[in-house]
């Protein structure tokens, strides 16, 4: 079964908003990321963070992770019509050689 | 500097049938994996191959074949397809395992009727 399911599935939001995406896990990890997919295009990645970690910054963007809920946010701030993609979480599931990917959010943003 | 390349981008296929999916990274990485994404269920991981001339078994490796004869090549083959493979296949690598980040490719497109 996938390791992390996000939520809410499909998010709708007007430009210059913020987007928040959750994402739940099932094991222990040593790290968790996010990325990103444009419709049609492969993943790119977006934001690491590890386990001691407890916030991440990269631009517009912030993540968050609790370890003992075994959860993990994205904020994207100041939303833009470009932001409108579908985004995932991933976990290491405690291993270091594969990533698992959760179910995904997809993000509209109306100009 | 190309990253990830995977061919052909678009195939049909009929029941019964094999076809084989290349994948090439230049970017010297020891780990590939190829992973099937369907809508409302995120991206499977299929197989992965933590180095040359090795491969392992990921989520859904049932129907799926692989290879790593060559560092910078992983290749998917189905040897019999079925039309529940009909699906998006994505190929990626990395320099390290989970630890470190998965550079992607722009995906094939498999029907099977």
């Known amino acids: 079964s996938q390791q992390g399911e996000e939520d809410p599935q499909a998010l709708s939001i007007q430009e210059g908003e913020n987007a928040t995406m959750n994402c739940s896990y099932k094991?222990?990890?040593?790290?968790l990321q996010w990325y990103r997919q444009n419709s049609g295009r492969g993943l790119v990645h977006l934001i690491l963070i590890r386990s001691n970690e407890r916030e991440k910054h990269s631009g517009r963007l912030r993540v968050t992770l609790d370890t003992s809920k075994k959860s993990s946010s994205l904020l994207i701030t100041a939303s833009r019509a470009a932001d409108t993609a579908s985004y995932f979480c991933a976990t290491d599931g405690g291993a270091t050689n594969k990533l698992i990917f959760g179910t995904g959010t997809l993000l509209a943003v109306q100009p | 500097n190309a990253g990830v390349t995977q061919t052909p981008k678009f195939r049909v296929l009929k029941t019964g049938q094999s076809m084989t999916l290349l994948c090439a990274q230049d970017m010297n990485h020891e780990y590939m994996y190829w992973y099937r994404q369907d809508p409302g269920m995120g991206l499977r991981l299929i197989h992965y191959s933590v180095g040359e001339g090795t491969t392992a078994k990921g989520e859904v490796p049932d129907g799926y074949n692989v290879s790593r004869l060559k560092k910078q090549n992983f290749l998917l083959g189905l040897e019999s397809a079925a039309p529940s493979q009909t699906s998006v296949y994505f190929c990626?690598?990395?320099?390290?395992?989970?630890?470190?980040?998965?550079?992607f490719g722009a995906g094939s497109r498999l029907t099977v009727l």
């Open positions: 990626a690598s990395s320099g390290q395992g989970g630890a470190n980040v998965l550079t």
């Open positions: 094991t222990s990890i040593n790290n």
